[in-house]
């Protein structure tokens, strides 16, 4: 069924293809995707004294003297920035923060429609990193929180951590974490299913970006037996010496085996693949895997492994596409993991959150276990209020909650 279109937009535009509204895309993206609304009434003069002047001036005064006030009688705690430079959008890399906003209104509403979060589009011009933290830093005291989105690594680490140590509101770069957050419930599931432990797995990523990255350290410090990642030049080992910071650090966390050489070579013998970075895994490499593989092939919209393929040799398979079981999808983790956080006004989001995030949403698909049914789906809604209540007790036990 298609989407209801309530916002249609006046006009054509200048130079606008009216053809363009032939198409389903274009025509529920006219006018955009979302809008402001008032929780509020102003139907008179006396609602009009309450919501502007002079009732509003009795809440500026009390937050003036009580700052913490602005959570109570703002939407300060339950509104989120959707924080971009356009550099890294979807499989469409660096379209600039005007073409960007298409996607981080789609985040804004997924906040809003699984988690109840509101999330205002910010899309940057620049693509500095100075200016860039300078400006989050600048604007924090209206948001709850920070969703950097679409960033392009390696700069997407340096500002995610510049920003936690400047701020005490949540600072969450979804593309990292979000992706590892989803990869490691489905990875739990799929463990159980084939009677190992995430211990037991020897694990190769494609990809060594922003997801890749966060992805192999996310799972090692859930317990993870080993994990080789993967770039262009095949596997980032120690012995290399054309690595950068970032990848260095990598080096020196993954790889126990001092695997090196290309990707292919790698996947023999592994019981797990993980793909974020497109490309096409040859078959040959998928069969040389170990019995009872799982194959995470996770690149829109072509998978670096196509299913028909992976189900030849492998025990689970999941992809980043909803016309295939088991999604790994970001949803899932995102509108949870900031609902619960925001709920407590934890100052930030920490390893212990995300993996009881992964915990909780793992515990969704229960005794239905089964080999096309690792991960829930988006649209289950008993995912969000699990997600949010793992969060939300993590924090408290962390220490990073304020209420």
């Keep these: 069924m298609a989407a209801e279109i309530v916002n249609p937009g006046t006009g054509t535009g200048a130079g606008l293809d009216e053809s363009f509204d032939l198409d389903p895309a274009f025509a529920l993206h006219r006018g955009g995707k979302m809008a402001v609304e008032s929780t509020v009434p102003v139907r008179n003069r006396d609602d009009l004294s309450l919501a502007y002047t002079p009732g509003v001036a009795k809440v500026c005064t009390a937050i003036a ?28 890399g660096d379209i600039g923060p005007e073409a960007s906003l298409p996607v981080m209104e789609g985040k804004a509403i997924l906040f809003k429609q699984f988690g109840g979060v509101d999330a205002v589009p910010i899309a940057l011009a620049t693509k500095n990193v100075d200016e860039i933290v300078d400006t989050v830093v600048r604007m924090a005291p209206s948001f709850g929180g920070v969703n950097l989105e679409d960033i392009s690594a390696p700069r ?25 957050v989803v990869t490691l419930a489905a990875l739990r599931n799929a463990a159980r299913l084939t009677d190992r432990s995430l211990g037991d797995l020897r694990a190769v990523i494609s990809g060594a970006g922003a997801a890749g990255v966060a992805i192999a350290k996310f799972l090692l410090e859930a317990g993870l ?22 990848k260095r650090e990598l080096a020196e966390l993954t790889n126990k085996a001092n695997l090196s050489g290309s990707l292919e070579s790698a996947l023999a013998g592994a019981d797990v693949f993980i793909g974020v970075s497109g490309g096409t895994v040859p078959e040959p490499a998928v069969a040389s895997m170990a019995p009872g593989a799982c194959v995470f092939a996770m690149a829109n919209p072509n998978p670096e492994v196509h299913p028909d393929i992976a189900h030849k040799y492998a025990a689970v398979v999941a992809t980043g596409r909803s016309d295939y079981p088991n999604q790994i999808n970001n949803v899932l983790a995102f509108p949870g993991i900031f609902a619960g956080a925001l709920q407590v006004r934890a100052s930030r989001i920490t390893e212990g959150m995300k993996i009881a995030a992964a915990n909780a949403l793992a515990d969704v698909v229960g005794d239905a276990l089964a080999a096309d049914y690792v991960i829930p789906s988006p649209f289950d809604e008993r995912v969000a209020p699990a997600v949010t209540a793992a969060v939300a007790a993590a924090a408290r036990a962390e220490g990073v909650a304020r209420r």
């Design 156 to 180: 997407c680490f340096e500002i995610e951590r510049r920003l936690q140590e400047a701020l005490d509101i949540p600072v969450f770069h979804d593309d990292q974490h979000g992706t590892a």
């Design 65 to 92: 003297e009580q700052p913490d006030l602005v959570n109570d009688y703002t939407w300060k705690s339950n509104v989120v920035a959707v924080v971009t430079d356009g550099t890294a959008v979807l499989g469409l």
């Design 225 to 246: 037996g080993d994990v080789a990642v993967a770039d262009r030049k095949g596997i980032v080992s120690r012995d290399r010496d054309d690595l950068t910071p970032v």
